[in-house]
């Protein structure tokens, strides 16, 4: 019996695509994609539909490997909720600090897809929701008042920061996020 020690060209594709559209954007050109993954267009086609299908795949991809780190980062911080919180923006700077950092793949893929019902929008959109629904179980746990609008306010905290991290380099924006959580952690009923 022979194990495939080689990826085929369905996850070619897709380390390709999550490499190069994080680094060069949305806009990277499918010759580029076919290239990098050493496939022929007819394998883009045969496994995603097009450039629009690997888009959405890889944002899947990502959105599970990232809500994932964030799992692993609250769990680590123990059972506190205002630590497993604010160890989420500890996390943002050492992902920020990361040599490549080019911000958050998310907000860089629904400002780049112009067209409102690319299905990329969709998987941004539910990565959104059930990051949300994890803070907002964080801040029920710490018996917020209001805790789905205290996450909203966190979220906005995240989005923030991986935004200044990769437009202002060196400012130490989770840090300034860290500060200001203050405030919609303490709240209390």
């Known amino acids: 019996m022979t194990t495939r020690t080689t990826p ?19 806009g990277v050109g499918v010759d580029s994609l076919l290239k990098t993954a050493s496939v022929a267009r007819r394998s883009l086609y045969e496994h995603f539909g097009g450039k629009d299908g690997l888009i959405a795949a890889v944002l899947e991809r ?50 780049a897809l112009a067209d409102p019902d ?39 905290l995240i989005d923030g920061t991986l935004a200044a991290g990769v437009t202002r380099p060196g400012t130490d924006p989770a840090a300034s996020a860290r500060e200001l959580a203050g405030p919609v952690l303490d709240v209390r009923s």
């Not at 209001?146 to 979220?155: E, K, M, V």
Request: proline residues 6%; hydrophobic residues 40%.
């Open 8 to 26: 085929g060209p369905r996850e070619r594709l897709l380390d390709a695509a999550q490499e190069l559209t994080y680094s060069q954007g949305m």
């Open 62 to 111: 990502s959105t599970a490997e990232d809500e994932a780190d964030y799992e692993r980062t609250m769990r680590a911080a123990g059972d506190n909720p205002r630590d497993r919180l604010l160890a989420i923006l500890d996390r943002l700077a050492e992902v920020i600090d990361q040599p490549g950092f080019r911000g958050c793949r998310y907000l860089a893929a629904d400002l």
């Open 118 to 156: 690319h299905p990329g929008h969709a998987v941004t959109r539910g990565y959104r929701e059930r990051v949300h629904r994890l803070l907002e179980a964080e801040f029920i746990a710490l018996g917020h008042p209001r805790p789905a609008h205290a996450a909203d306010q966190f979220a906005l």
